[in-house]
């Protein structure tokens, strides 16, 4: 294998921009891949990303930054769409933009919060967190994971985005929201893919 393996990526919120990388990173180390390239992610509005076009058009984008080796990853939240309709529709589309690439696309049910909150224990006196933090029955089913997040906090502040994702993003337990969250564990096997794929 020569050369580094590029992982262009395609988001919707403020605060994926900075925690998507450290994620992809920390998945990246945990398979013994250290030549990993990620570029800035490409941040576009969910309603821009889903309308006519404009899937297409962020792939197209996207594509621009990876260099050799490696793939394109989309993820946004699922919020009230079924992961398992939505998820495959935008990725057809993606593929129609760009066939000579490997695309992945995820939809974190309902956002990425959630698989915060799949890994609850785990993050329990982190980021003003109460301690101990007892993960709910159903991660994925709250509308609002970051209004759960906020309850918990102990220390006069609501979650943030833009503050605490990154933050978070570096301590939550991955084996655990593997677990307890299905669409974080597709997310993992999706990365795995692209980098796999692009270091045999």
Known sequence: MTGAISIATVVEGEGEVAALPILLRRIAHDLSVWNIRIPAPLRVPRSKLVAPG????????????????????????????????????????????????????????????????????????????????????????????????????IDGTSYRPTVDQAALTTQFDMAQARKNAPSFDKFWRDVERLIRGASR
């Open 54 to 153: 404009g899937v297409e058009k962020a792939v197209l984008q996207a594509s621009y930054r990876v260099d050799g080796l490696g793939g394109i990853l989309l993820l946004i939240d699922a919020d009230d769409d079924c992961p398992a309709t939505t998820g495959p529709a935008l990725l057809e589309r993606a593929r129609q933009a760009r066939g000579d690439r490997e695309i992945s696309m995820v939809l974190a049910n309902r956002e990425f919060e959630a698989w915060f909150l799949a890994a609850a224990s785990s993050l329990a006196g982190h980021r003003g967190l109460a301690d101990p933090l007892e993960a709910p029955t159903d991660p994925e089913g709250p509308r609002d994971a970051k209004g759960w997040l906020s309850t918990r906090k």
